[in-house]
């Protein structure tokens, strides 16, 4: 098996947790039949390790919906970026025509 990914993640506690995604390649079995890829998902918290295989089927399914997914999030973020700094001008728009308003009374009073 190869190790295609690997991404540890450190804890506040010293014992690191990873995700990796190993791929055994495709090959031919005993019968002399082509046999496909096998993928592993392992999950390992420090104290236990998990492994999860995925047929090509399975991988190719992961990989189009966390597409789907990573696209949706993106789309999300970006709403929500344009909506927060379309307040932020408002807010900012707002205090200065405020200010002016401010100093306008200022200038009436004095004449």
């Known amino acids: 098996m ?4 690997r991404i540890p993640r450190f804890a506040k506690d010293g014992k690191p947790k990873t995700l990796e995604l190993l791929i055994d390649s495709a090959s031919i079995n005993d019968k002399g039949f082509a046999q496909e890829a096998k993928f592993l998902l392992v999950i390992d918290d ?3 390790r998990v492994g999860f295989q995925l047929t090509t089927a399975e991988a190719s399914l ?5 597409g789907y997914a990573l696209n949706e999030a993106s789309k999300e973020y970006i709403e929500m970026e344009e909506k927060s700094k379309k307040n932020y001008e408002e807010k900012k728009g707002s ?4 200010e002016e308003e401010d100093f306008s009374d200022l200038m009436d009073e004095e004449e």
């Not at 190869?2 to 990914?5: E, G, H, N, P, Q």
């Not at 992961?62 to 966390?66: G, N, S």
């Open 62 to 66: 992961l990989y189009h919906r966390l």
């Open 95 to 98: 205090k200065k025509s405020g």
């Open 46 to 48: 420090g104290n236990n």
């Open 2 to 5: 190869k190790r295609i990914l």
